[in-house]
């Protein structure tokens, strides 16, 4: 179509209407030519496949370096932290080529030349416009600080680093440290709860005979749900709604993918929509 526009206008300025009506059949004879060999590449789907696949390698390269980097913000890598990092390619599904090139990332930001300030500006410029992929690159070096279920000093002032090079401010960064505190409470109750539930499957017989058992607590409570909502606890109702949807909308494991993020790490999106999920329908209804 450009190309006829082209033809057309630069004919009728050299040649009126005879330079038109030529130049409009050489951009037609452009057009064509471009169509075909657009479509040959794959069309719009080949255009965009490999800016995707870009973008997914360099999520996945960037995150298990920075989360390397904060392994080692101690000094020394401790094992926690290693089995934390075993845990969360397990969970991806991490396996042959895959998960050598997440240990090959993670063992490069444990280095001395590693340049988080580097690493993570070119993060950012890829995604720049991505801000929901850019929030959860942040949620997820926070993950790794707390596996150890602290935070310490080192690794919040590198978690306060990599906020600051994103782009996210001083007052979201807290709000977001927040609702991960509150995330990773819930989600040790409900380990905490399925194990029990393992364990009275395996005993039941014998639990049976040996008196009443009162069950780890595995539901919420109303600060905790509050608080994975990124809410103090006298939010309205409406307060309450806005926030599950931009949460939900947010964390939609779908739409993360199409921006970027690494179909290895859509489990961790589910996830954390399930917990959002769980909190809205505590809410709802103890309302």
Same mark, same amino acid.
């Not at 179509?1 to 033809?7: F, P």
């Not at 444990?110 to 949620?139: C, G, I, M, N, P």
């Given at each position: 179509?450009?190309?006829?526009?082209?033809?057309f206008?630069?004919?009728?300025?050299?040649?009126r209407?005879?330079?038109?009506?030529?130049?409009?059949y050489?951009?037609?004879?452009?057009?064509?030519?471009i169509?075909?060999?657009?479509?040959?590449?794959?069309?719009f789907?080949?255009?965009?496949?490999g800016?995707?696949?870009?973008?997914?390698?360099?999520f996945?390269?960037?995150c298990?370096?920075?989360?390397?980097?904060?392994?080692?913000?101690?000094?020394?890598?401790?094992?926690?932290?290693?089995?934390?990092?075993?845990?969360?390619?397990?969970?991806?599904?991490?396996?042959?080529?895959?998960r050598?090139?997440?240990q090959?990332?993670?063992?490069?930001?444990?280095?001395?030349?590693?340049?988080?300030?580097?690493?993570?500006?070119?993060?950012?410029?890829?995604?720049? $416009?991505?801000?929901?992929? !850019?929030?959860?690159?942040?949620?997820i070096? *926070? @993950?790794m %600080?707390?596996?150890d279920?602290?935070l #310490?000093a080192?690794?919040?002032?590198?978690?306060?680093?990599?906020?600051?090079?994103?782009?996210?401010?001083?007052?979201h960064?807290?709000f977001?440290l927040?609702?991960?505190q509150a995330?990773?409470?819930f989600?040790?109750?409900?380990?905490?709860?399925?194990?029990?539930?393992?364990?009275?499957?395996?005993?039941?017989?014998?639990?049976?005979?040996?008196?009443?058992?009162?069950?780890?607590?595995?539901?919420m409570?109303?600060?905790q749900?509050?608080?994975?909502?990124?809410?103090?606890d006298?939010?309205?109702?409406?307060?309450?709604?806005?926030?599950?949807?931009?949460?939900?909308?947010?964390?939609?494991?779908?739409?993360?993918?199409?921006?970027?993020?690494? $179909?290895?790490?859509?489990? !961790?999106?589910?996830?954390?929509s399930?917990? *959002? @999920?769980? %909190?809205?329908e505590?809410?709802?209804? #103890?309302?």
């Open positions: 179509m450009w190309g006829k526009i082209l033809g206008c630069f004919g009728f300025m050299f040649g209407i005879f330079g038109a009506l030529f130049g409009l050489i951009g037609h004879l452009f057009d064509k030519r169509k075909s060999d657009f479509e040959k590449a794959g069309g789907s080949g255009l965009f496949k800016d995707v696949n870009e973008r997914q390698a360099l996945f390269s960037s298990f370096a920075v989360m390397g980097h904060i392994a080692k913000s101690n000094g020394r890598i401790s094992e926690v932290h290693i089995k934390a990092a075993s845990a969360f390619m397990d969970e991806m599904g991490l396996t042959g080529d895959d050598r090139e997440a090959y990332a993670f063992h490069s930001g444990k280095s001395r030349d590693f340049s988080l300030k580097e690493t993570v500006y070119d993060f950012k410029e890829l995604f720049a $416009k991505r801000y929901d992929l !850019l929030q959860l690159f942040l949620e070096q *926070i @993950q %600080a707390f596996s279920g602290i #310490a080192q690794e919040k002032q590198i978690l306060q680093d990599v906020s600051k090079l994103l782009g996210i401010s001083k007052t960064f807290a977001v927040k609702r991960y995330e990773f409470t989600r040790q109750q409900q380990q905490k709860f399925n194990q029990y539930q393992q364990n009275q499957k395996n005993q039941r017989q014998q639990n049976e005979h040996s008196g009443h058992h009162v069950p780890p607590d595995n539901n409570n109303h600060a749900a509050f608080a994975l909502l990124g809410l103090d006298d939010a309205s109702e409406q307060d309450i709604k806005r926030a599950y949807r931009k949460l939900m909308a947010q964390h939609h494991p779908d739409k993360l993918v199409s921006q970027g993020l690494p $179909k290895h790490m859509m489990e !961790l999106a589910v996830k954390k399930q917990d *959002i @999920q769980a %909190a809205y505590y809410l709802k209804k #103890a309302a």
